[in-house]
């Protein structure tokens, strides 16, 4: 099994290596294939992974990801994590700011917003639960999805919003979608897939 999850890894590494501020002493890759769960070794290139540089995780005692390790045995609807540090999502997590959805794009592959909250199992759980990605104060952004196409699309929505609302301060700010419209949009979009993700959960599972 440990060849489908290089592959898959390896195939959206090369998309993540691509994103603006990329950096490999910062990203990582989780995900669970048949029951195990694979992580890329910390610093690795993701532009030209090696065959090495995916693992299977070890348990949770040993592991420097405990709480990730946790939401991939646990939350059912979490098959695939990427940590990131991407430009404009990193603002607000030093800034300890939520990212709250401006755009429908958000609203519907993340939801209402992304919270920026301390490391732990609750506090990373609790925001999880209503969003496919969320800030951790002073580590990374964590985005999630029930394959890995999901949790990098996730990403890439984030990091834009981020940029969105970061751009618009000197404007006066962004307008906020109402936060019962945005919930909403989330779940429909979760419920009802788009032509490219039924694909992919062809290919990739769930």
């Known amino acids: 099994m440990k060849n489908k999850a290089f592959a898959l890894i390896e195939k959206y590494a090369k998309v993540l290596a691509e994103m603006e501020g990329y950096d490999q002493e910062t990203w990582k890759i989780f995900i669970s294939v048949d029951g195990r769960i694979y992580e ?18 070890s348990g949770a005692g040993g592991s420097l990801y405990p709480v990730e390790h946790a939401l991939l045995r646990k939350r059912k609807e979490i098959q695939a994590i990427v940590l990131s540090r991407t430009p404009y999502c990193k603002r607000f997590e030093l800034y300890g700011e939520d990212i709250v959805a401006a755009i429908d794009d958000m609203a519907q592959i993340v939801g209402h917003k992304a919270p920026c909250v301390g490391y732990g199992d609750k506090t990373i759980g609790r925001a999880l639960k209503s969003s496919t ?21 996730a990403l890439m929505v984030l990091e834009k919003s981020a940029e ?3 751009k618009a301060e000197v404007l006066g700010g962004v307008k906020r979608l109402p936060k019962p419209e945005a919930e909403l949009m989330h779940q429909i979009y979760r419920r009802k897939y788009s032509k490219a993700e039924q694909e992919v959960k062809k290919e990739e599972g769930r």
Not at 40 to 57: H, Q
């Open 40 to 57: 890329t070794e910390n610093g690795c290139n993701f532009s030209n992974l090696k065959r090495g540089d995916v693992v299977i995780a």
């Open 164 to 166: 969105l609302n970061t």
């Open 133 to 153: 990605g969320c800030l951790v104060k002073d580590h990374y952004t964590i985005t999630t999805g029930r394959n890995l196409y999901e949790a990098v699309v």
